[in-house]
């Protein structure tokens, strides 16, 4: 079964603080992902990399940045949080097809404060 | 126009009855098609992939496409309480090569 492991599950951070959500995928996928998802509005794509050291923006980057030193992580990094950031964020992963499944982690629930 | 678009609900079915979920997507060129259920505080888990044009089965799940209206559907057969979820359209393919998520509709078995 593909694993996809988001380390924290739950946190409250207070405005300004530089924030990290982790994460680690053990399918040899190529691709990783960051979504955040809020009432309303659906599933919307931060960030995703589709190799070591590569990124790229989705639809809503602004105030996020990433890293992928390792192929099987995939980190989302909060620079300054804000209040609007405080979401539900989903990280995934998938091998380079256009068409293969993207498999989800179990999300990290972030409140900033 | 939205990309992908789902009618948010809910939709109310008794149990044992037939649910059809619906989805409508503007990139003529999309190529990969999937529906995902996500239990509320829950993370999405895919139940149906599909790629051409048609029905594919598993299970309960039947998933239906035609590129020509730019449909994909999913039928639920005898419906069960726990069944009740949000079910998320997601489209892959096409110009961005990305894929992209329906706002969901939300599901509700009543027993």
């Known amino acids: 079964d593909v694993k996809v492991t988001q380390s924290s599950r739950y946190l409250v951070k207070r405005t300004g603080e530089k924030v990290f959500l982790e994460c680690v995928q053990d399918m040899d996928h190529e691709n990783m992902f960051w979504y955040r998802q809020d009432p309303g509005l659906g599933l919307r794509l931060i960030y995703f990399s589709y190799d070591v050291k590569m990124k790229e923006k989705g639809d809503i980057p602004e105030g996020y940045s990433v890293s992928r030193e390792k192929k099987e992580r995939f980190s989302l990094i909060l620079e300054s949080a804000s209040t609007n950031q405080t979401s539900m964020y989903l990280c995934a992963s998938s091998f380079v097809s256009a068409g293969d499944t993207i498999y989800f982690g179990e999300g990290s629930w972030l409140t900033v404060v | ?111």
């Open chain 2, 1 to 111: 126009q939205k990309e992908v678009e789902q009618n948010s609900g809910p939709l109310s079915v008794p149990e044992g009855a037939i649910a059809s979920l619906n989805c409508t997507y503007s990139d003529r060129g999309s190529q990969s098609f999937f529906w995902y259920r996500q239990y509320s505080g829950k993370s999405p888990e895919l139940i149906m992939s599909i790629y051409s044009n048609g029905d594919k089965e598993d299970g309960r799940f039947t998933a239906q496409l035609n590129k020509a209206s730019q449909y994909v559907s999913l039928l639920i057969r005898d419906s069960q309480p726990s069944d009740s979820a949000t079910y998320l359209c997601a489209v892959n393919g096409g110009a961005t090569n990305k894929l992209i998520f329906g706002t969901g509709t939300l599901l509700a078995v009543q027993p």
